[in-house]
């Protein structure tokens, strides 16, 4: 790992498996739902990530890849196992690593927060709240997690992709088994936090002995839920210890969850990049390369975050939605994105509107970034429940013929 005295937000990274990564600046991963409804990435997806490849990320992660079809965050969602359209994976593997960049699929499991008009939600324990509601799952369905995860991370080493993300973080399935709020198990996967992690330990390692040596493991991990009784910053630490030496490439440090009327870490008054103490801290635990998601906006601020040492990359969303081009933007000295500002926040109304700016550079549709958020809300709604329509005919019908649509 370079030390902090001559690194900058421009210098290569070697990860422990020997990939190296041109820069710093890690396009992080989003539910973009582009996919097509049936789980298949669609040409626009494709420009997408063929525009921030241009754009000079040193790797784009693609959010909530689903190796399960029963269990999306989203009918846009991307679904890769034996039934899918390999040829369109394998052409997105190869357009969103042009210009030396790296494309890695995060591993996706929406568990308890599966999008209900086309799911039955899912996770460690069962939740009946007014305006929420999931079973819980049998020991079975746990112990199949590992290896779901593993096979769809070999297709995508199998299809061109360079690594993977485990997603354990903002409220998802194994963010939710490591959350004492949500996880109320008496058995080996519920109580202490040795037992609340034990889940993603085996998910880990189970997806590192299923690909290449040199294929990226990353992963992504909540320092906090940031929700009374959830998981707190010290038991995340223990969580990072625990990884270590797991055959992780890349610990990405995020936090804050999607349940139902929880604080979005994304829309917080604070500004400033997030998370960065906690980093500091990850680092007397652990030797793994640590990037951190969440706040950065402005250059100065991800090149301090480097240079001081506490973390090896920084994990960037909304700023590559403004700007595509952000790595060669900031390295030419042009400049920061301008954020919008809205008069009235709907909710979930910037998620929409960022998502649906996402649709406009995948369509190369540059005129709409002034884009209404009323508009965007009602766009994105509409474009969900079309979607919804497509996926439960496609995947209902696998079910139907198969008895079970996981793959």
């Known amino acids: 790992m370079t030390s902090a005295s001559n690194t900058s937000l421009f210098s290569p990274l070697t990860l422990p498996n020997g990939r190296v990564l041109k820069n710093r600046i890690i396009k992080s991963a989003m539910s ?3 996919g097509d409804g049936r789980g298949n990435p669609t040409a626009a997806q494709m420009r997408l990530y063929e525009r921030w490849a241009a754009g000079g990320t040193a790797a784009s992660i693609i959010g909530e890849v689903q190796g399960d079809p029963r269990y999306p965050e989203k009918p846009g969602n991307l679904v890769l196992d034996s039934q899918s359209d390999t040829a369109a994976f394998s052409d997105l593997a190869q357009r969103g690593s042009a210009n030396g960049a790296q494309l890695w699929l995060q591993l996706g499991h929406a568990g308890a927060l599966a999008h209900r008009p086309i799911s039955l939600p899912k996770g460690p324990s069962a939740i009946d709240f007014p305006d929420f509601h999931s079973e819980a799952m049998s020991l079975v369905e746990i112990k199949a997690i590992p290896e ?11 299809l061109g992709f360079g690594g993977v993300q485990v997603h354990a973080a903002h409220g998802f399935l194994l963010s939710q088994f490591l959350s004492p709020l949500f996880n109320h198990r008496t058995d080996e ?10 889940l993603l330990i085996e998910t880990v390692e189970a997806v590192r002995e299923a690909v290449p040596s040199d294929f990226t493991v990353a992963v992504k991990l909540n320092a906090t839920d940031q929700l009374a009784g959830g998981l707190t910053e010290e038991d995340a630490l223990r969580v990072v210890a625990a990884l270590e030496g797991k055959g992780v490439d890349l610990l990405d440090i995020s936090g804050g969850t999607y349940f139902p009327g929880a604080p979005s870490s994304s829309e917080r008054a604070t500004s400033g990049p997030y998370f960065l103490d906690f980093a500091r801290a990850a680092r007397a635990v652990t030797a793994m390369p640590l ?3 969440g706040g950065f906006k402005h250059r100065k601020e991800a090149e301090a975050a480097v240079v001081s040492g506490d973390v090896d990359a920084v994990g960037i969303a909304r700023g590559f939605i403004l700007d595509p081009a952000l790595p060669k933007t900031w390295q030419a000295g042009n400049g920061d994105p301008t954020f919008p500002r809205f008069s009235t926040l709907p909710p979930g109304g910037m998620t929409a509107w960022f998502t649906m700016r996402m649709a406009d550079l995948g369509y190369d549709r540059e005129g709409l970034a002034d884009r209404d958020i009323a508009q965007a809300v009602a766009e994105y709604e509409k474009r969900d429940e079309q979607r919804a329509a497509t996926w439960k005919k496609r995947f209902a019908c696998r079910e139907a013929h198969t008895g079970a649509s996981q793959a």
């Open 32 to 34: 973009d739902s582009l």
């Open 189 to 198: 996967y519920g109580g202490q936090i040795h037992a609340r992690m034990r």
């Open 291 to 293: 990037m951190v998601t």
């Open 148 to 158: 779901c995860f593993a096979r769809t991370a070999r297709y995508a080493a199998e």
